[in-house]
């Protein structure tokens, strides 16, 4: 015999006919063996009948033989084999399940797997290159030859293979055979129902190869699905096909690559008639993401499901593209994209909304879906080496045919290996080299949509919409407030910061003489000392823009009632009912309008400055130039503490200014140790004299509280009148 | 005079019906039997079918006929119980 099996020195048959002959073959088989299966079913029926159960009881003697007679018609292995009692639960489930798991297949499972490989024998008179690769014949071989375990042994050598693409992406052919037969001489019984739906050409409801119901795997394709409209770059318009055609369609596909966006487009007609062509693009490799609907689980949920994330959300970008109800609409997608445009055109509502007169999936496994309105001309074209065709269960082999009306193309391409041969590009290179005639056929259909291109919207999916950013503390009412660099809104939000607090202990004296020249304000005391505070800040993102901040400070009490302990009593109320805060002695921003804000709002001494800060880890590093400052830490862990709200104090002319700050992040608390403050300047002013007369430049920190990721908004300063 | 209870009865009924039922899915079983058979005819006609589709569909064939002969004494032991006293 042959690797192929077909034996030698016969006359060369027509190919045609014989794969005829073999497929017509193949559906007797699964006919009978679909015919055995019901028996089988029957006779455990009659077995665990709960009418036998209780005359046995009253009779044992003739009951017990009658119940071993039956169960002997459905044990016996040269009758209805080893797994052929079915029950779905009790004694029954668990012998069946028995049987199976060791290793006894039932006939009807064997007649199934005769059906199968009847097929595979079809598709290899189509593919003989199958018997030069070595690897696929011995996999061939296994499976064609008169060793069922060994088929199945090869089977799962294959499928543990997680690098076995190239040889997954060879039998994509055979693929929904080869998993039939898996599923239905593997020893799980979880996955023989999709064995049979694969032997039988039944509809599937579960993943080919390890029977996980599609409703289960949907389960991961959270949201509701949004779209929204965005603009295409600069580059990507000149992409954009002016004239409507297949390729042209098919090239803006590409275009928009797998990133989650869609493109509408108006086109008007030979006729004069604007018509309507929407463009799916497929999955996006990798990991089930919740953020786009064209994942692989979206993928799966749109082949098994008719309603999904993808499909919702384009059902929103075409209500806000605006066509109007009853216009003509062409859907073209590639892999998942293919799937989903088809779940649209099997939706009634969606067709009697619009008239779907085109359907055109390429590489996409749509063989399970129908469109609502009959006139709807659907195409399908596939690669036979590309495996995602093949999800829905029908391969190259298969002996059933359930769109005698669709056009379809399922050619052998030059490129075999997957996901090389699933690529858009591959497939625009195929319809232009390898299958013209499947070109021209699609762009007769249609030419009513072959025309200039008069409007293209491109729009983002997602699977569900988002939130605005920052959401919720960060979604606060603001209000315009005007500066000398434009108006500004109050509060200032910040979405993305780092910061770390220095904070020492100096002369209750000194620091006193640092702040304004008033008698209300006095620092707080903790012993005999006050308390300064040198605050780094990394803003990478802010409604002001993004910049680095250096901040002096020094705690100061109630500024009308000073009492002892304010500070540490404060700490104890809501910031909005503290008295206490932090006076800014001097403030250096490196951006000009945070300068602006900070001088002109919250009335704090700022000069603009350049530095650099670097506080997300563990080693923290601020460097100004200007301000000759270098500041350098090596932090432990530290301890988590709660999120600190500050009161901020400056001076505009007379008053004083409030400033609310509220913060919200995971703020730490670590020793002072590894901090190391360095003043390379001799000048005093801006910063440098005050830490050099608070002694900040020789000492260590008491403590030092970093938040490495943090938001945090600044209100308005309040004017105060002190 | 001695009466069955009526679900004695029904039992019996239903024993009946699926000794009935054995009958009929034995004769099923020679016909797939049959029609395996006609398949490994058509195919031997066939010279690019596979050399194992013969022997293979004889077999699968054989085994059927060992069903329903299995299932016809199924069915007559089942018939024995119905009649059987208690």
Redesign the interface.
Known sequence: ?RA????PG????DGQD?RE??RR?AR??V??AE??RA?SE??ST?LF?P??A???R??P???L??R???L??LT?K????GSAITAPKGVGHVLGTAGEVLGRES?AA??AV?SL??RI?AVL?DHPEFVRDPGMRRLTEAV???KDLAAVRSLRALFRDQGAQRALSGLAPLMAELLAIRALLDEDPKNDETGWALATGRELSADPLHGISAARLAGLDKGEGAAEAVELTDQERQVITPEGSFLGFLRNIEMLSTDGRILLQNVRGPDGVVRYVLQAPGMAPGRPRNDSPQDFVGAWRNLFMPDSPYTRSILLALKDYGIPRGADLALIGHSEGGIAVMNLAQDEEFCRTYRVTHVIAVGSPVDSKKPADPRTWVASITNQHDIVPVLDGRGAGTAFDPHPHWYEVDYTGPTHEFPLCHMLHEYIEHLKTVIPEARERVDEALAPYLGPVVRTQAYQLKDRANPPEGYPFLTLPTTSVPTTAGPIDVPVRYYDSSAAHLCYTVGADTARGLLPDVTWMTPSRLGRRAMAVLSLYEHRCTTIGPYTEIALSVLVDDLWRPRPHDAAVDLLRRVDLRRTGRHVLCLAVTSEEARVVAQEIWGQPARRVTAEADLTGRRIGVRSPDLGLAVDARLGRGVRCPEADWILYGRRGESTIRTLVRAHGRLRLHTGGGVRLRLDTAAAEPLAGQLRRLGIDTARPRFVLTCPQFMLHRSAGAVLPR | MVTESP??T???T??LD?AE??RA?AG??EE?AR??RA?AA??GG????????G???ER?A???D??AE??R??A???L???G???
């Open positions: 015999m192929d099996g077909t034996a016969r006359p060369a048959p014989a002959l073999l073959c007797d088989v006919d009978v015919g055995i028996v029957r006779t009659a009948a009418a036998l209780a005359s046995a009253r009779r003697r003739t009951g033989a009658a071993w007679a039956l002997r018609a016996n040269q009758g209805l084999g006939l064997l007649v005769t490989r009847l024998a008179v064609t030859a008169d | 679900d004695i029904s039992y019996d239903e024993l699926q039922a054995l899915d099923l079983m797939y029609r395996l398949t058509t195919l066939c010279p690019t079918a596979p050399e194992w589709s022997p293979t569909l699968q054989a085994a059927c060992t069903a299995q299932l004494t199924a007559e032991t089942l024995a119980h119905a059987a006293r208690d």
